[in-house]
């Protein structure tokens, strides 16, 4: 059997799911990260935090299931869309915290 791995991104969170081929949702995790406020009006989200969460949810979900990369037959990748990170090139490392839709910045 394969499956469809799926990352939901949102504002609060990240979730993981592995659905089946009858479309099921057979494993399923989630994880919260924190909220960032540095200034009255400002919100942040820190994307080490957040890229650690993915990495782990994709991880126990595979394991929940006992299966590899190899049964992964789709991923699907949802976000916030509005948010905003910007990566240096040369060391794959975040400038700066993700500045959040929320924010007044945005």
Known sequence: MRYILTVDQSTSGTKALLIDEAG?????RAAEHRQ????PGWVEHDPEEI?????????????????GWDRIAALTITNQRETAVVWDR?????VYPAIVWQCRRT
């Open 24 to 28: 099921c949702i057979v494993a399923s």
């Open 36 to 39: 960032l406020y540095p200034r």
């Open 51 to 67: 890229y650690a969460n993915v990495r782990q949810l994709i991880r126990q979900v595979m394991e929940r299931l006992g299966i």
């Open 90 to 94: 040369q060391t794959g490392s975040p």
